[in-house]
């Protein structure tokens, strides 16, 4: 028997596919579309998120460091860098206890649409 022959007697006893087969693989297929339109849903969500903690971060950084190299105020009032649409940053400065009026504590807060997202503090000398 060749080859030809014995593919052609085992086609022979085959109907075709069935509707539960058929229904199946609709369900696998179906299941495993779900599941990575969830997986990039999720991982968009992350790289959203992870973007607003380093502009706030990077914000908050700039603040303090433009704050150090402004002349020091006895008042504690510093002037605050342009911040991107959505974003507010506050710049608050304390008096460290024990210490003269020469030393001051310095807060940044980084704020987007209103909640905080990021707050840095150091310390600023007058020299």
């Not at 693989?25 to 969830?38: M, N």
């Not at 607003?52 to 860098?81: C, D, M, W």
Request: proline share 2%; glycine share 8%; with cysteine.
């Amino acid at each position: 028997m060749t080859m030809l022959a014995w593919l052609k007697r085992m086609i022979a006893g085959q109907r075709g596919i069935g509707l539960a087969e058929t229904l199946v693989a609709v369900a696998i297929l179906g299941t495993c579309v779900v599941a990575f339109v969830v997986a990039l849903s999720t991982g968009s969500l992350a790289v959203g998120e992870h973007s607003r903690e380093t502009t706030a971060q990077s914000l908050a950084q700039s603040q303090i460091e433009h704050t150090k190299n402004y002349a020091f105020r006895s008042n504690g009032v510093y002037p605050t860098i342009t911040a991107p649409v959505g974003y507010t940053i506050t710049v608050g400065a304390s008096s460290v206890a024990g210490a003269d009026t020469n030393m001051q504590k310095i807060t940044v807060t980084v704020l987007l649409n209103g909640s905080s997202l990021f707050q840095v503090s150091d310390y600023k000398v007058n020299r």
